[in-house]
């Protein structure tokens, strides 16, 4: 009963380099994404055993399971394209005579300006601690943006806030080029943002209804 499955890489392994090697790109995405999917899948064979057997004793392991698989995939998924080349467009800052001046208007916004709000995320995701991400979401109740802090790849995230912008600060995304600086990598990241892609999630964002009222 598999149902979510590898998508492909809007881009070859070398594509960013040299922010990110294809080495990197190759692994991460076809060994480390892969078993995020392969768990995903797996967990809900075993819960739809569960429920066929009316057998809960390992329920509350099962549901841990699939937030934890299922979140590294949603992750990954939108981290392959929020980055692009630099000579086809990656990296700078969002601006409104290259299409994404709704994106720029919202960043200044929600955070005074974009060397502030860059400086948040990047202090955001190279300090997470131990394995996760840093995260620019789309928070519905106010209508704002807003920087988080994600442990593994599900803990500590507003509920019902919609990721647009990922940092991956996981080791496997950055350790065989840049060792332990993971904060050189997220600074590195910043060359290869895909403004475009981020624009399009913030609008698609915007569009969906808030669960509760403001």
């Not at 892969?34 to 057997?53: C, F, H, M, P, S």
């Not at 549901?63 to 939108?78: P, Q, R, V």
């Not at 995260?135 to 807003?146: F, H």
């Amino acid at each position: 009963m598999a149902i979510y499955t590898l998508p492909e890489l809007p881009y070859d392994y070398a594509a960013l380099e040299p922010v990110i090697s294809p080495e990197i790109i190759e692994l991460h995405h076809d060994k480390h994404h892969a078993a995020y999917v392969k768990g995903a899948n797996d967990t809900l064979e075993q819960l739809a055993e569960a429920r066929e057997k009316d057998a809960w004793g390992a329920v509350n392991g099962l549901e841990k399971n699939l937030a934890f698989h299922l979140s590294g995939h949603i992750l990954h998924s939108i981290y392959w394209h929020n980055m692009d080349s630099p000579k086809d467009g990656g990296g700078g800052e969002p601006l409104a005579a290259d299409g994404v001046g709704d994106l720029a208007d919202a960043i200044t916004e929600s955070f005074g300006s974009f060397a502030r709000f860059k400086a948040q995320l990047t202090k955001a995701a190279a300090t997470t601690q131990g394995s996760g991400w840093g995260v620019l979401a789309y928070e519905p109740v106010s209508g704002r943006l807003i920087v988080e802090q994600v442990y593994d790849h599900q803990g500590n995230v507003g509920q019902g806030s919609v990721p647009i912008l990922v940092f991956d600060a996981w080791e496997h995304a950055f350790y065989l080029q840049y060792k332990n600086q993971k904060v050189d990598f997220i600074e590195a990241m910043w060359q290869v943002v895909n403004w475009q892609d981020v624009s399009r999630r913030y609008a698609d964002a915007q569009g969906r209804t808030p669960l509760i009222g403001g």
